[in-house]
């Protein structure tokens, strides 16, 4: 089992920065992706970006070029940077891992709102 704990949402203005963090526990040496959906209201959740224990990386387009995805494996954590945010943006954010048996395990999420 994995549990994860997302932290670092809020509200900013349209063109600000935010950084989600996750951090995960439990069998974490099973841990072979992680990433961050997102889900609006009204919407469907969608893949935003992961990262995998070697480092790859994959960005859906709606946020290459804005956002990026990094980790640090020592500390099981994963993190969102996300800059020129835009008003669609606004959605709960969920952090997400795959183990190596592809079992998929979600955090609780958090609130992200772009707004003047």
């Known amino acids: 089992q994995v549990q994860l704990v997302e932290s670092g949402g809020g509200l900013v203005q349209p063109g600000g920065s935010l950084r989600l963090s996750c951090a995960a526990s439990?069998?974490?040496?099973?841990?072979?992706?992680m990433g961050w959906y997102r889900q609006a209201p009204g919407k469907e959740r969608e893949l935003v970006a992961t990262i995998t224990r070697t480092g790859s990386t994959n960005l859906a387009d709606s946020v290459k070029g804005r956002f990026t995805i990094s980790r640090d494996n020592a500390k099981s954590w994963v993190y969102l940077q996300m800059n020129s945010l835009k008003s669609e943006d606004t959605a709960v954010y969920y952090c997400?891992?795959?183990?190596?048996?592809?079992?998929?395990?979600w955090g609780q999420g958090t609130q992200v709102t772009v707004s003047s």
């Open positions: 997400d891992a795959k183990d190596s048996w592809n079992a998929q395990y």
């Open positions: 439990g069998f974490i040496s099973s841990i072979v992706a």
